[in-house]
């Protein structure tokens, strides 16, 4: 079955660049989530996106942006980064909002150098 | 605030050696709690969801239960692939309703 796709699978950037991770939800899954986990930390919700509209806000930076596409997938712009936004960043998608059926995907490993 | 606390934080038990997990919380009101396995350098992997005190769910050596202000996750005979981290997280009335608050999870490491 098709799983929730997030590229790239490692980024590594320097201080002060841009970064783009990118999340394919499960096919007909409407809803999509962005985590982040820190290392050896619980995940933090960002941002989450329901039929291309803004649902939810986390504790997103307000040098991050993100969005969702007519297709769904869904793109985590960051800028100017630091070294402690290295981590793992998660998507997550399910249909309808519902939580009960959220499926993670395996993270993009992000390294700020 | 809302908040999650598990405990332990790490746990080693021998293969069939049964044991439980905690999870705590404190919330406005509670819409659900979730239990996730998070192996290493992946997503975590939906496993349960309570709604109720009193409520109980099984699958295969798991089980979960809930009460008003914790959660369990019993672990009976466990063998080595049930090594991972078990990440509980709940679903708050009001505020962001489309976000997870997570704990940091319990290490388990079953030896054979």
């Known amino acids: 079955a098709a799983g929730v796709i997030q590229s790239p699978r490692h980024l590594i950037k320097e201080k002060r660049e841009t970064a783009t991770l990118k999340c394919y939800p499960i096919?007909?899954?409407?809803?999509v989530y962005w985590y982040q986990q820190g290392p050896g930390q619980d995940p933090q919700f960002l941002i989450s996106f329901y039929e291309k509209m803004q649902s939810d806000k986390g504790s997103i930076p307000d040098r991050f942006s993100a969005q969702q596409f007519s297709d769904y997938h869904s793109e985590l712009n960051m800028s100017s980064l630091e070294l402690g936004d290295s981590a793992l960043y998660f998507c997550?998608?399910?249909?309808?909002?519902?939580?009960?059926?959220?499926?993670f995907g395996s993270g993009t490993q992000l390294s700020v150098l | 605030e809302d908040q999650v606390t598990q405990s332990p934080e790490a746990l080693r038990l021998q293969e069939g050696e049964s044991s439980s997990l905690n999870c705590s919380y404190t919330v406005s009101g509670l819409r659900g709690l979730f239990w996730y396995r998070q192996d290493p350098g992946k997503g975590p992997e939906f496993l349960f969801t309570?709604?109720?005190a009193g409520e109980e769910k099984e699958k295969e050596r798991l089980k979960a239960t809930l009460t008003k202000k914790e959660s369990f996750l019993h672990i009976t005979a466990p063998k080595p692939e049930d090594s991972a981290t078990y990440l509980c997280?709940?679903?708050?009335?009001?505020?962001?309703?489309?976000?997870?608050?997570f704990g940091t999870g319990t290490l388990l490491a079953v030896q054979p």
């Open positions: 309570l709604y109720s």
């Open positions: 096919p007909r899954h409407d809803t």
């Open positions: 997550a998608s399910s249909l309808g909002g519902q939580l009960e059926k959220l499926f």
């Open positions: 997280a709940v679903q708050a009335f009001g505020g962001a309703t489309n976000k997870l608050i």
